[in-house]
């Protein structure tokens, strides 16, 4: 059995993702890891951080980002298709630039792959999520995170990368243009089995000014309805009153060690009080989000009620 991880990146040193954390992380179960590293800004030193991880596992494919022909973060989809391109293992790993998994969880997820090598009913695994939010000690149980999500798929042609490459689904035809990364037609939802293993999702730990930043890059790259006008970011990110939030009381994966001993802006956290009203309010303050998270938390041990799910779970 093979596993190849696989993930997409672009100027990741300078918008403040451990990429090379990331990687470390899954390593020593993958037998190769493909990485599509996108043309970085002169001054950004992403590949060097890969680089450094000096692993004859790791295989860099260069490529150009688009995002006038594939707009609406389907740019992401399209990267992490040509990763996936290159991979020759038999099951998949993607993992994101900004999650990271656990080592004590390494075997679990190694033995899982082993016994459903022969099921072909088994499209790939799902993986639990926790969401840290402004530092690492806060992390969202609300309804508009995601609580699940596939990070494992077998390797099969017709399996592409969907929406802005928070998941997976089976497709019938595949042209490879920004409509084939949005449509529902002539696709299926993969067939997965759930793993008791979390993703450590970082997305959102970062520090007010490069959250700011990030936010601003992903507003460029949408180019669709809805999308956040750049100049309606302020300087400074308001993450809000992480004392709503929940306190995790586990431990990070050993290869964000380093990562998590540079946080240096505590000082510009609120960890008491009322959010700002002079900023507009976050989705999931919302009273009607805060109230459906409290349910689903309170009365159903998380599970979300209602909802969109882009899998089909094997018991």
């Known amino acids: 059995?093979?596993?190849?991880?696989?993930?997409?990146?672009?100027?990741?040193?300078?918008?403040?993702?451990?990429?090379?954390?990331?990687?470390?992380?899954?390593?020593?179960?993958?037998?190769?890891?493909?990485?599509?590293?996108?043309?970085?800004?002169?001054?950004?030193?992403?590949?060097?951080?890969?680089?450094?991880?000096?692993?004859?596992?790791?295989?860099?494919?260069?490529?150009?980002?688009d995002t006038k022909a594939y707009p609406k973060n389907t740019e992401f989809a399209h990267q992490t298709d040509i990763a996936k391109a290159y991979c020759t293992g038999d099951w998949l790993f993607y993992l994101q630039c900004d999650e990271a998994i656990h080592e004590n969880d390494l075997s679990t997820i190694r033995k899982a792959c082993e016994q459903e090598l022969e099921n072909i009913q088994v499209d790939g695994f799902l993986f639990k999520y926790l969401h840290f939010w402004g530092d690492y000690q806060h992390y969202h149980l609300s309804h508009v995170w995601y609580n699940r999500e596939i990070r494992i798929i077998r390797n099969l042609p017709e399996i592409h990368s969907w929406k802005d490459a928070q998941s997976f689904r089976k497709f019938t035809s595949w042209n490879g243009g920004f409509e084939d990364y949005q449509r529902k037609e002539g696709t299926e939802k993969l067939k997965v089995k759930e793993l008791d293993v979390h993703v450590y999702h970082y997305g959102y730990v970062r520090p007010p000014i490069l959250m700011t930043k990030k936010r601003k890059v992903s507003s460029t790259s949408y180019h669709g309805e809805g999308a956040e006008e750049a100049s309606s970011v302020p300087d400074l990110y308001d993450y809000g009153p992480l004392n709503k939030l929940t306190v995790f009381k586990g431990s990070h994966p050993a290869t964000m060690k380093d990562w998590i001993a540079m946080f240096n802006w505590g000082n510009q956290l609120q960890y008491s009080g009322k959010r700002n009203p002079n900023r507009p309010i976050l989705k999931h303050e919302k009273p009607k989000y805060v109230f459906l998270s409290w349910l689903e938390n309170t009365f159903r041990n998380g599970r979300p009620i209602g909802g969109f799910k882009n899998y089909e779970i094997i018991k």
């Not at 470390?24 to 493909?34: A, K, R, T």
């Open 1 to 65: 059995m093979k596993i190849s991880g696989f993930t997409f990146i672009k100027n990741g040193d300078k918008l403040y993702i451990p990429t090379k954390e990331s990687i470390l992380s899954i390593l020593p179960i993958c037998d190769e890891f493909v990485i599509a590293l996108g043309d970085c800004d002169e001054d950004d030193r992403t590949e060097a951080l890969i680089n450094s991880i000096d692993s004859p596992k790791i295989k860099i494919v260069r490529t150009v980002w």
